[in-house]
């Protein structure tokens, strides 16, 4: 932004005599000072008071002017320098904070881009779930990007919790989209492409409700490495119990708890130890795969169509994740929208 003086007041017109409101005048005058070059980029708007008090309008009026030229993406604001006319940049720049870059994490990324084209360049940053670094990321990052994508994934600790609330809050909630998981607690009118673990889960798992009733155990491996483990443990008692299905919960697993007759539902990435030694296992006792055990893992990614002649997996759809993303930033259009979620029916089923 450069530091160029208030406009001079007076180029800004209003006509306290005419029957258009007097926000829609402003917005008129405002936007065609900066079409033909009389206001550049990095000019400094004059503040809401001085306008205010120098046309003889409301307040209000004023910052209903602004709001709106500010959602057109005419001007800007940033905190402790006010309201300056905007770069016409052509692309929009997208900042990704992602938890981790797994694999169905650049299935949504890939996704993101897909729809968008080439008018949106996105720039991706990984905060590997530590708070220190993702409030770095955000201080560092504010003001320099039209919309910020995140994941706000961390341990579920009270402090850490509230911190992340506290960095998402200093993002302004028209530039905001937050991916894959809901934050109850926080409010706004940012965007969001939400899954419901508890919800979904379960109604995940009763899309192959004939499937699972031909074992006679479902056994949840919930690892330390699954964040939202409680939530997704909790989706599958209540289908289990809903059917009557007898569950259990394990934190590791061991030879003794691959029986024939068990489903196992490993709650974590793929490719993780506990799906890698469960495969292991059955195959030294012998177990085929799909008939005598079942395995689903949790989370989809391409390589699951391979593994076992085809993984049966619990997941969000991270494309149209990614594509309803797309769409709120193309569109400008900022909502809450639950996402995608099925059971990916396979042979280990």
Same mark, same amino acid.
């Given at each position: 932004?450069?530091?160029?003086?208030?406009?001079? /007041?007076?180029?800004?017109?209003?006509? #306290?005599?005419?029957?258009?409101?007097?926000?829609?005048?402003?917005?008129?005058?405002?936007?065609?000072?900066?079409?033909?070059?009389?206001?550049?980029?990095?000019?400094?708007? !004059?503040?809401?008071?001085?306008?205010?008090?120098?046309?003889?309008?409301? /307040?209000?009026?004023?910052?209903?002017?602004?709001?709106?030229?500010?959602?057109?993406?005419?001007?800007?604001?940033? %905190?402790? /320098?006010?309201?300056?006319?905007?770069?016409?940049?052509?692309?929009?720049?997208?900042? $990704?904070?992602?938890?981790? #870059?797994?694999?169905?994490?650049?299935?949504?990324?890939?996704?993101?881009?897909e729809n968008t084209?080439?008018?949106?360049?996105?720039?991706?940053?990984?905060?590997?779930?530590?708070?220190?670094?993702?409030?770095? #990321?955000?201080?560092?990052?504010?003001?320099?990007?039209?919309?910020?994508?995140?994941? !706000?994934?961390?341990?579920?600790?009270?402090?850490?919790?509230?911190?992340?609330?506290?960095?998402?809050?200093?993002?302004?909630?028209?530039? #905001?989209?937050?991916?894959?998981?809901?934050?109850?607690?926080?409010?706004?009118?940012?965007?969001?492409?939400?899954?419901?673990?508890?919800?979904?889960?379960? &109604?995940?798992? +009763? %899309?192959?409700?004939?499937?699972?009733?031909?074992?006679?155990?479902?056994?949840?491996?919930?690892?330390?490495? +699954?964040?939202?483990?409680?939530?997704?443990?909790?989706?599958?008692?209540?289908f289990c119990l809903?059917?009557?299905?007898?569950?259990?919960?394990?934190?590791?697993?061991? !030879?003794?708890?691959?029986?024939? *007759? *068990?489903?196992?539902?490993?709650?974590? +990435? %793929?490719?993780?130890?506990?799906?890698?030694?469960?495969?292991?296992?059955? /195959?030294?006792? *012998?177990?085929?795969? *799909?008939?005598?055990?079942?395995?689903v893992s949790y989370?989809? +990614? !391409?390589?699951?169509?391979?593994?076992?002649?085809?993984?049966?997996?619990?997941?969000?759809?991270?494309?149209? $994740?990614?594509?309803?993303?797309?769409?709120?930033?193309?569109?400008?259009?900022?909502?809450?929208?639950?996402?995608?979620?099925?059971?990916?029916? &396979?042979?280990?089923?």
């Open positions: 932004m450069r530091n160029r003086p208030f406009f001079k /007041k007076e180029e800004i017109t209003v006509d #306290l005599s005419s029957q258009i409101p007097f926000y829609k005048q402003l917005t008129t005058s405002i936007q065609h000072l900066i079409e033909t070059g009389r206001y550049k980029h990095g000019d400094i708007l !004059p503040s809401m008071n001085v306008l205010s008090e120098s046309l003889s309008v409301s /307040k209000e009026t004023v910052k209903k002017a602004y709001a709106i030229l500010r959602e057109k993406g005419v001007i800007e604001s940033a %905190q402790g /320098k006010g309201f300056y006319v905007k770069e016409n940049k052509g692309a929009l720049n997208v900042l $990704m904070i992602f938890d981790k #870059l797994s694999t169905y994490k650049l299935v949504l990324a890939r996704s993101f881009k084209g080439e008018n949106i360049q996105t720039t991706i940053r990984l905060h590997d779930q530590d708070i220190d670094l993702f409030e770095t #990321l955000v201080h560092e990052n504010l003001d320099n990007f039209d919309y910020y994508l995140i994941t !706000p994934h961390f341990p579920i600790d009270d402090d850490i919790q509230r911190r992340a609330i506290t960095a998402l809050g200093k993002i302004p909630n028209r530039k #905001l989209v937050i991916l894959d998981r809901k934050v109850e607690s926080f409010p706004g009118n940012y965007g969001m492409v939400y899954q419901d673990y508890e919800q979904d889960v379960q &109604r995940g798992l +009763s %899309q192959g409700r004939e499937l699972f009733e031909k074992y006679t155990t479902v056994n949840t491996i919930s690892t330390a490495g +699954s964040l939202y483990g409680a939530f997704t443990e909790k989706g599958i008692a209540r809903e059917h009557g299905i007898d569950h259990r919960i394990y934190k590791t697993i061991n !030879p003794e708890k691959v029986l024939k *007759g *068990g489903v196992y539902i490993v709650l974590n +990435s %793929q490719l993780d130890i506990e799906l890698i030694e469960i495969i292991r296992i059955a /195959k030294s006792k *012998g177990l085929k795969i *799909g008939d005598d055990i079942g395995i989370n989809e +990614s !391409p390589i699951n169509e391979i593994i076992l002649d085809g993984l049966t997996v619990l997941s969000t759809d991270f494309q149209e $994740m990614g594509a309803l993303a797309a769409e709120m930033v193309k569109s400008g259009k900022l909502s809450k929208i639950w996402n995608k979620f099925d059971l990916i029916i &396979r042979k280990t089923l």
